[in-house]
C-alpha cells in the first residue's frame, strides 16, 4: 500500500455478522444465567381441592350441612367490594383530626359501624406481599399462594389463572359468581363468572367510567337475588392516585363516592350476607404503586355482617396478610379451601356467641385444624415436586403439625366422651394453647415458603456476572486490537467457535451420563465459557508473539517498556472506573445514597480533568502578539481553555440543579420525593400548573433547539437525505404533540365535561402520534443514518476557506470548518492519483467531522421523546438538565484531549488513522 495511506483491514461480511451474532450469545448466555437465580419462580400446582377430601380422617364427618364442604358454612351469600389502591390510612378516621388531609376522614361509614357495632364490624390492616401490582394481588387474594416478581411483567398482559382459587371452588360448588369492574378479572377467571360487567382498566386518566358502570349495576343486582358471591372492583381511587396523587382535592371526591356507596349497600344486606370491603395495595405519596414501601404494601380490609361475629376489642386494628382471606372466605362461606393456600384463617372471624356449656375457642380450633391439614397436604405434594423447600425446616413443622393433631384429638376424643361435658380450667387452657401451636405452624410455613420462593442463587447471580463481564472485556479487546490481526475472523469467530461447542459437547455427554437432566441454558453458558478461553488463548498468544517481535526490534529499550506501561494505564483507568462503580453496588449503604454517590462520583471526574489540564500547564498559556502572528493557534489555545472552564461550571450547575429530582427508598425515614415527579393534573393552584407548564414546555423546546444548533453547527443538517428532513420537521412536530398532550392531561376535569369526549380522543391520539413518529425515525436511522452534505464546485481552495493572509481570528475559526480538512484530503490525493486533476476543482464535505455522533444522537433524541412522554410533564426539565450534563462532559473530554494533543508548532488538530473493518 502507498505510504500515508490508511491501513484497511478487510473482514468477509458474512463472518463479520456471524461474530456479531456470536457475541450476542455470549452476552444472553451470561444474562439469562443471571436472571436465572435472580428472578424468583415458584412451582405451581394445578390439583385442585374438592369436598369429599375430608380434613378429618377420624370421627365424626365435619359437616352436615349438604351446601358446606369441610366445615358449615356461616353465610350463604357474600359481597366483596376491592376498592383499587385503598390504603390503610384512607379507610382510618381520627376524630381527633381538625385540619385532615385530602384521603384522611372521608369514609366515615366504616368508622361508624366499627364504633358502634364492633360485634358486627371491623377494620383490618391488610398486608400486602409484594409487588404490589393489581393482577399479583387478585392472585394472591383468590390462591392463597405468593406471586414472584417474575410475574410483574405481565400485569399488562394476564393470563388465565390455573392454580386452584377461590372462583374455582365457588363454581365447583355450584355458586353463582357475579362480577362488575375491572377488566382483569375476565383474563384471570375466563369463563367462570355467571354475569359479569367488565369495564377497561387500561386508561388511568379515567376516572369515573369504571365506578360510574359498577354503581349503575350493583344494587339492583343486589336486590334480584340471583347471586351467591358479588364481587365489584372500583379503580377511581387507584386512577386518581395515579394522576393526580393522593393528596388531590380529587382524592377527597372520590373517598367520598367510595363512603356514600358503602352506606347505600350496608343497608341492603341480609342477615346472612357477609361484606368484604379490601384494597389490594396501597400507594405511594406520588400514587406510584408495585414496590414494598409501608404506603404500598398497608392496605385495608373492612369485614361487615349484620349478625354478630365479632369479640369485643379495643386494640388497634390488626395486622392480617392478603392472604389469610382465602382460607377466611372459604371456611365462612361452606367450600374446601384452595390446594395451593399458604394462608392462616383469620380466627377472630370464627368466634361463636357465647352459650351455656359451649367451648368458645372450639370454632378457633376447628377452623385452624382443617386450615393445617390443607397446608401439610400442600407442603407434602409440593415437596414432592419441586425439592426446592428445605428438608431440616420441614422435619421440624411436620413434627409440630403431628403435634398439634394430637392434642386436637385428644381434645376432641374428651368432648365426645360425655354429651353433656363442661370444659374446665385445665380443658380451656389445653386449648388456647393448642390454637398458639397451629397458627405457629401456619405462620413459620409461609415464612419457610417466603424465604424458599423469595431466595435467590448468589451462585448463578456472580457466575452471570462473570460471563457478562468477560463479554464486555472481549469487545473492548477486539475494539482496541482490532487493527493488530491479519486473520481477525479466526481469532474472533473460528478459534471461539469450535472451542466452545466442544465444551457443550463435553458437558452434555458428562450429563447424560451422570443422569442429570440437560438444559439448554446450562448448555449456552458452558458455549460461553468455552468460547472465552478460546478467544482469550489465541488473542493473548498472538499478542504475545507480536510483543516478542517488538522487543526484538526496539531491543528492550527503556522508552518501549514505558511505552508498553502507558498502554496498559490507558487501559486499566477505563475499566478500574465502571468495575469500580459496579462493585459499589454491592454495597446497601451505596445502593441506598446512589444519587449522592454518582454526582460526586461524575463531579470529580469532570473537575480532576480540568485541574490536570491545569496541573500540566495547559490552561495558563502566555500570549503576546509575536506568537499570535505566529502561530494563529494560541488563539484557539486560548479560547478552548476558557472554553472548557465554562463547560465545567455549567456541569457542576446542571448536576447541582439535577439533585432537585429524587425519589425516596423505603430505607430513608422521614423523607419527602421531590415535587416534580407530580404530575401537572396533581397541582390545585392553577396559576402554580400554569407556570410549570410553561416551564416544561420551554425545557422541551429548548432542549429541541439545542440538538438542532448542533445539528447545524457541525454541518449536519446541508444535505437533502431523508434523515435530515425528519430532523428538521419531525423533532419539532414530536415537541408540539407531547406539548399539546401535557395540556390537555394537565387540564381539570371540571373544565373539561362539555368536551369530554374529543378529550378522550386527543390523549389518545397524540402519543400514538409521537410513538408512531418515533419508530418512523428508528427506521430512517437504520436504512440511512447518513447526514453529509457534499459539495462540488469549480472555485478556487481560498475561497471555500479562509485565507491564511487575513486576520488572527479568521485563522483560528478556520481551524473548525471542516472543508479545510478536506483540502489537505485533495492534496494528498493528488499525490496518490497523478496529480492530472483539474486545479479549481473543489470537494467540500459538510458533517464529516460528526458522522457516527449524528446518527446517534437521533436515536437517544428519539428514546428520549419517549421516555419524556412516559414520565410525567415535569420531569421534562430533568432531561433536559441531563442532555447538558452529557454535552458539557463529553466536550470537557474532546477539549481536554485536544489541548493535550495540542504542540507548539502546529496549527491544525492532530487527526488519528482510525482502522476499519470493511
Given amino acids: 500500500a502507498p505510504v500515508g495511506r490508511p491501513k484497511l483491514i478487510a473482514m468477509p461480511r458474512l463472518a463479520t455478522v456471524l461474530s456479531l451474532c456470536w457475541t450476542c450469545l455470549l452476552f444472553s448466555a451470561g444474562l439469562g444465567l443471571f436472571l436465572s437465580g435472580f428472578l424468583l419462580v415458584r412451582l405451581e400446582l394445578r390439583s385442585p381441592s374438592a369436598c369429599r377430601d375430608s380434613p378429618f380422617t377420624d370421627g365424626p364427618p365435619a359437616t352436615r350441612d349438604i351446601n358446606s364442604c369441610w366445615m358449615p358454612r356461616r353465610f350463604s351469600r357474600a359481597v366483596v367490594v376491592v376498592i383499587d389502591a385503598l390504603r390503610f390510612d384512607f379507610a ?22 366499627v364504633v358502634s357495632n364492633p360485634q358486627h364490624a371491623r377494620l383490618f390492616r391488610f398486608r400486602a406481599d409484594p409487588p404490589t401490582t393489581t393482577m399479583q394481588r387478585i392472585k394472591g387474594m383468590t390462591t392463597g399462594t405468593l406471586p414472584t416478581f417474575i410475574d410483574v411483567g405481565s400485569n399488562f398482559a394476564s393470563t388465565a389463572i390455573e392454580e386452584d382459587n377461590l372462583i374455582q371452588q365457588l363454581v365447583l360448588n355450584k355458586k353463582k359468581v357475579v362480577f362488575m369492574g375491572d377488566d382483569t378479572w375476565e383474563a384471570l377467571f375466563p369463563n367462570k363468572f355467571a354475569r359479569s360487567f367488565p369495564f377497561s382498566s387500561f386508561n388511568v386518566r379515567d376516572l369515573h367510567t369504571v365506578d360510574d358502570g359498577i354503581l349503575q349495576h350493583i344494587f339492583t343486582t343486589v336486590e334480584t337475588g340471583e347471586w351467591d358471591v358479588l364481587i365489584a372492583h372500583f379503580l377511581g381511587v387507584d386512577h386518581c392516585g395515579h394522576r393526580y396523587g ?12 367510595m363512603n356514600q356507596m358503602l352506606r347505600s349497600l350496608i343497608a341492603t344486606l341480609q342477615n346472612d350476607t357477609l361484606l368484604v370491603v379490601m384494597g389490594d395495595h396501597g400507594m405511594t405519596e406520588t400514587g406510584d404503586h408495585g414496590g414494598d414501601s409501608e404506603g404500598e404494601v398497608d392496605a385495608a380490609l373492612f369485614i361487615y355482617s349484620p349478625l354478630p361475629m365479632f369479640e369485643i376489642k379495643t386494640e388497634d386494628p390488626e395486622v392480617v396478610s392478603q392472604i389469610d382471606l382465602v382460607p377466611t372466605l372459604a371456611l365462612l362461606l361452606g367450600i374446601p379451601i384452595p390446594y395451593s393456600n399458604i394462608g392462616m384463617v383469620i380466627v377472630d372471624m370464627f368466634t361463636s356467641v357465647p352459650k351455656l356449656g359451649d367451648d368458645q375457642y372450639l370454632e378457633h380450633a376447628k377452623a385452624l385444624c382443617i386450615n393445617a391439614i390443607q397446608v401439610n397436604r400442600f407442603l407434602e405434594s409440593y415437596f414432592q415436586v419441586a425439592k426446592d423447600l428445605p428438608l431440616e425446616k420441614l422435619n421440624y413443622l411436620k413434627q409440630l403439625f403431628s403435634t398439634a393433631m394430637e392434642e386436637y384429638n385428644d381434645l376432641i376424643t374428651d368432648q365426645h366422651v360425655s354429651e353433656k361435658f363442661i370444659p374446665n380450667q385445665n380443658h380451656l387452657a389445653r386449648m388456647q394453647n393448642l390454637i398458639i401451636i397451629m397458627r405457629r405452624y401456619l405462620r413459620e410455613t409461609k415464612e ?25 472485556a472481549h469487545c473492548f479487546l477486539v475494539s482496541e486490537n482490532v487493527s493488530t490481526f491479519e486473520s481477525l475472523h479466526r481469532v474472533l469467530l473460528f478459534y471461539p467457535i469450535i472451542w466452545g461447542l466442544a465444551a457443550a459437547l463435553i458437558v452434555s455427554i458428562w450429563m447424560l451420563i451422570s443422569g442429570i437432566m440437560v438444559k439448554s441454558l446450562t448448555l449456552c453458558c458452558w458455549v460461553a465459557v468455552g468460547s472465552h478461553l478460546g478467544f482469550h488463548w489465541n488473542f493473548w498468544r498472538s499478542k504475545c508473539v507480536k510483543n516478542q517481535v517488538a522487543n526484538k526490534l526496539s531491543q528492550s529499550s527503556i522508552a518501549a517498556i514505558q511505552e508498553k506501561w502507558k498502554s496498559w494505564w490507558k487501559i486499566l483507568i477505563p475499566l478500574g472506573l465502571p468495575l469500580l462503580r459496579c462493585g459499589a453496588m454491592f454495597s446497601n449503604s451505596f445502593v441506598v445514597n446512589e444519587g449522592q454517590v454518582v454526582s460526586f462520583l461524575l463531579k470529580s471526574i469532570v473537575t480532576f480533568t480540568v485541574l490536570k489540564l491545569k496541573w500540566n500547564g495547559k490552561l495558563n498559556h502566555s500570549l503576546n502578539v509575536t506568537d499570535m502572528h505566529r502561530n494563529p493557534s494560541f488563539i484557539t489555545y486560548k479560547r478552548e481553555s476558557l472554553y472548557i472552564i465554562g463547560l465545567l461550571v455549567s456541569f457542576l450547575l446542571c448536576v447541582l440543579c439535577s439533585n432537585n429530582f ?33 416551564l416544561s414546555v420551554l425545557s422541551l423546546g429548548f432542549l429541541v433547539y439545542l440538538i438542532r444548533k448542533w445539528f447545524l453547527h457541525y454541518g449536519n443538517l446541508n444535505s437533502s437525505h431523508l434523515i435530515v428532513f425528519f430532523v428538521r420537521l419531525g423533532f419539532p412536530f414530536i415537541a408540539f404533540c407531547s406539548c399539546c398532550y401535557w395540556a390537555v392531561n394537565a387540564a381539570p376535569e371540571e373544565t373539561s365535561i362539555k368536551l369530554h369526549d374529543l378529550k378522550e380522543k386527543i390523549v389518545v391520539v397524540l ?152
Wanted: charged share 20%.
Fill in 92 to 113: 382510618k378516621y381520627d376524630p381527633g383530626n381538625k385540619n385532615p388531609k385530602p384521603y384522611e376522614n372521608k369514609l366515615e361509614v366504616i368508622h361508624q359501624n
Fill in 246 to 257: 393522593p393528596r388531590h382535592p380529587m382524592m377527597t371526591e372520590k373517598l367520598n363516592q
Fill in 448 to 472: 419457610m415458603c417466603q424465604e424458599s420462593w423469595a431466595r435467590f442463587n448468589p451462585v448463578h447471580m456472580l457466575c452471570g456476572i462473570i460471563l457478562l463481564t468477560a463479554a464486555c
Fill in 662 to 694: 429524587y425519589n425516596c427508598r423505603e430505607e430513608l425515614a422521614n423523607c419527602e420525593p421531590s415535587s416534580f415527579l407530580r404530575p401537572l393534573s396533581s397541582l390545585s393552584n392553577r396559576q402554580e400548573r400554569n407556570i410549570h407548564y410553561i
Fill in 767 to 918: 402519543p400514538g402520534i409521537v410513538f408512531g413518529l418515533v419508530t418512523t425515525g428508528f427506521f430512517i436511522v437504520l436504512w440511512n443514518p447518513i447526514t453529509v452534505f457534499v459539495k462540488e464546485n469549480r472555485q478556487s481552495d481560498e475561497t471555500l476557506v479562509p485565507s491564511c493572509k487575513s486576520s488572527a481570528e479568521m485563522k483560528a475559526d478556520s481551524l473548525h470548518v471542516i472543508p479545510l480538512i478536506y483540502r489537505k484530503i485533495q492534496q494528498s490525493m493528488k499525490i496518490h492519483f497523478n496529480g492530472d486533476q483539474d486545479e479549481s476543482r473543489t470537494v467540500a464535505a459538510y458533517g464529516l467531522g460528526t458522522v457516527y455522533s449524528a446518527a446517534l444522537v437521533i436515536v437517544i433524541v428519539l428514546l428520549a421523546f419517549l421516555l419524556i412522554l412516559l414520565h410525567n410533564e415535569r420531569m421534562s426539565l430533568a432531561f433536559l438538565l441531563l442532555f447538558l450534563e452529557g454535552f458539557s462532559l463529553l466536550e470537557i473530554h474532546g477539549t481536554a484531549r485536544n489541548l493535550s494533543l495540542q504542540t507548539d508548532s502546529t496549527g491544525m488538530y492532530l487527526v488519528q488513522e482510525i482502522p476499519f473493518i470493511v
